[in-house]
């Protein structure tokens, strides 16, 4: 099988990155973050400008791991639906978590905005194209749950799906008028640039390998250098490692692989996502999918797990392009690549406080880009003193997923699961 290069196609439409060094010195400051993704940077970025001292520090370079790698799908709320976040949390709690969660694309848009970022922001939703008509009650019930809230959500009819996606092969889906795209990978950049202008210091290549509480303060080491600091948020997600054990057996890790095919011809482009919305189908193993500003159809699904994938890896995604979009048959693929989705038992992202002046914010099932967003808010938040029943998000403890040894295995054969449900319910 002919091996396919492994690049993302926004590495190379993104404007570059601020330039950083690693750290080489011991340093002091007043919180000190672990993990520069949007996460670690939304908090440093918040606590800066509150006047905070700030250090970062980022294993790899900027916009390397999921922040840069993801679909820029900017998806309003969580998994659970409004009500089912009131029925969990009770009724004044599960109100403040679905208004924090809801308010999550309006944060990246306002931020974008504030801040300048040049990222190809759009803003005209996001669609949920339905597989099936069980797939269209539930959506019924959501947006019926959201609208009731006055959000913007609507269910829209075959005719309208294939109208605004250019895809006749959804039986009708739900608009969320809330959402919308951004380059991933520019986003963060370009908040790492906002964090560096109001005062931050950011360190790449130099991951956190120790933590440990001395005299009163946290020292965390690096190769190079140390950060002492009262305070410390990890913002790790997908990629936590051995420096935090409970947050990696936490989460569960699933890979996640997008390919982008060569320009759309214009007349076709016309046809495809005109109005720039993101898409994700309702597929057990569901698609995502949307075009970026050079006119490229990018498709994602859950992944391979090949360091070097083949054609053979990814003929999924060749298949998802071929079954969605057939008017696009013979259009090369030009660009392939994956990441790590950081998924939880409960479907919630969590804000974790692990010990006095230590918290964690992560898990974010593959809505990352608004929500990782909101939550290095909350995490500054936190660490700038605000009690934690204020912040309209919950604070649990942290908790392993059961077995998580094995769940890389559990992973994989839930994937071809998956896909294989979704294939018997297509034939
Ligand atoms: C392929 C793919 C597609 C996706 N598509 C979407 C989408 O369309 N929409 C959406 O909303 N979400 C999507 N997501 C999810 C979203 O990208 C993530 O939820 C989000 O980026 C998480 O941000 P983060 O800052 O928490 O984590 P990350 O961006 O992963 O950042 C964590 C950082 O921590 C660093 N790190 C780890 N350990 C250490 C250490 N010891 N010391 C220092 N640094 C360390 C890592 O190098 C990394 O840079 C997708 C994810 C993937 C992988």
């Known amino acids: 099988m002919p091996a396919v290069a492994l690049q993302s196609l926004w590495s190379v439409t993104a404007p570059p990155g601020p330039e950083c060094a690693p750290l ?29 001292d700030v250090v970062v520090l980022e294993s790899r370079d900027i916009g390397d791991c999921a922040s840069g790698l ?57 669609i949920q194209p339905a597989t099936s008509e069980a797939a269209l009650r539930l959506q019924a019930q959501r947006a019926q749950q959201w609208q ?28 969320d008028r809330r959402g919308g795209t951004v380059q991933p990978l520019s986003y963060v950049r370009g908040l790492a640039r906002a964090a560096l ?37 990890v913002a790790t997600n997908a990629y936590s490692g051995a420096l935090m054990g409970a947050l990696r057996r936490s989460i569960v890790r699933v890979p996640s692989f997008q390919v982008a095919t060569a320009p759309i011809p214009p007349e076709l482009r016309a046809t495809i996502l005109p109005g720039g919305q993101s898409a994700s189908d309702t597929w057990r193993l569901l698609r995502y999918f949307r075009v970026d500003a050079s006119g490229r159809l990018v498709m994602g699904t859950r992944g391979t797990f090949a360091r070097a994938p083949t054609s053979h890896t990814v003929r999924h995604h060749y298949r998802a392009v071929a079954e969605i979009y057939p008017q696009l ?80 295995l559990g992973v994989r054969a ?12 297509r034939a």
Request: charged share 15%; hydrophobic share 45%.
């Open 148 to 175: 009731r809230r006055g959000a913007p959500v609507e269910m829209l009819s075959r005719a309208q799906v294939a109208q605004l996606t250019g895809s006749a092969r959804y039986l009708g889906g739900l608009i």
């Open 197 to 233: 202008a109001a005062g931050a210091r950011l360190f790449t290549h130099s991951a956190a390998v120790k933590l440990a509480h001395i005299d009163g303060a946290y020292r965390v080491s690096t190769v190079g250098g140390s950060v002492r600091a009262p305070q410390v948020i």
């Open 70 to 126: 993801n679909g820029g799908q900017v998806i309003p709320g969580v998994k659970h639906d409004p009500d089912m976040l009131e029925t969990l949390f009770g009724a004044q709690a599960g109100g403040r978590l679905t208004d924090t969660v809801a308010a999550g694309p309006e944060v990246v848009f306002a931020l974008i905005k504030r801040l300048g970022i040049a990222c190809d922001a759009t803003r005209t939703g996001w």
């Open 329 to 408: 048959a013979g259009l090369g693929f030009q660009y392939h690549w994956g990441g790590f989705v950081a998924m939880t038992p409960d479907h919630l992202p969590h804000l974790h406080e692990l010990a006095p002046g230590l918290t964690a914010g992560l898990g974010y099932n593959g809505r990352g880009v608004a929500m990782a967003t909101v939550m290095g808010g909350l995490l500054a938040r936190r660490a700038l003193g605000e009690p934690a029943a204020e912040l309209g998000f919950p604070v649990t403890p942290v908790r392993p997923v059961p077995l998580h040894a094995f769940s890389g």
């Open 24 to 52: 080489r010195a011991p340093v002091t400051a007043q919180v000190a973050i672990i993990g520069a993704g949007y996460t670690g940077l939304a908090a440093a970025l918040k606590l800066a400008e509150a006047g905070t």
């Open 414 to 425: 839930t994937i071809q699961y998956l896909r294989l449900a979704d294939a018997l319910s």
